[in-house]
């Protein structure tokens, strides 16, 4: 049966000369996998445009409750942005946070408060004008709420040096309102994401060392 559902581009795969894979994070389902045809015309290419990393989307898809991939009849943008895609230090934000919630949500149900928390806290993003070089450490840290891992803090000052365990109660502090109040050095907050990224590794099945993360760590200064 067709049915319709708002969906986050998490991942694409090139599967075929005219196919890809595409991971969407949907409202009604949690993380789904379709098969998506993409002949060479001018549909196709916008369909490209469409699946990029974190695209908020509206799509129209047959679920099959049994079947690995599903067929996506049709899709549109639900939210458009208005700089997440054209701003470099956006950019990069949102190729690693792509990365990090594919292996997050890869395997996780529907769950309606987590979908609300990240689509507005893409939307936060993309109409911020200044002041977000603390968003990747904000978001990661309260989506762990969500995954059921928020950090218990004397199990994450174990892992940590003396230096780095001051910093723990500020970040879970942080909210995106208040989180450019927060001062960090680049390497401070290289280090952050770094220990963000060791957590999540431990608590998150077959969640691999993200190849953004080096990329990231350039343009947070």
């Not at 690995?68 to 190729?95: C, G, N, W």
């Amino acid at each position: 049966m067709i049915e319709r559902t708002r969906g986050i581009v998490l991942h694409t795969l090139k599967y075929a000369d005219a196919k890809v894979i595409a991971t969407l994070f949907t409202e009604k389902h949690g993380a789904v996998s379709f098969m998506v045809r993409m002949p060479r015309t001018r549909h196709s290419a916008l369909q490209s445009v469409l699946l990029s990393p974190l695209s908020l989307l509206e799509v129209d898809i047959d679920y099959q409750e049994s079947a690995q991939l599903q067929r996506m009849v049709d899709i549109r943008i639900d939210e458009p942005y208005q700089s997440l895609p054209y701003h470099p230090m956006k950019q990069t934000i949102a190729l690693f946070l792509g990365e990090f919630l594919y292996y997050c949500l890869r395997e996780e149900d529907t769950n309606l408060d987590l979908y609300a928390y990240l689509t507005n806290s893409l939307l936060w993003l993309d109409a911020r004008q200044e002041g977000y070089a603390n968003f990747p450490l904000t978001f990661l840290i309260r989506l762990s709420r969500f995954l059921g891992i928020w950090p218990n803090t004397e199990e994450a000052q174990r892992m940590l040096s003396v230096e780095e365990q001051s910093f723990v109660p500020l970040m879970m502090r942080m909210d995106f309102a208040t989180m450019h109040l927060f001062r960090f050095s680049r390497d401070q907050r290289a280090r952050m994401l770094q220990v963000l990224n060791d957590y999540y590794r431990l608590h998150v099945p077959h969640f691999p060392e993200l190849r953004s993360m080096a990329i990231l760590r350039e343009v947070l200064s």
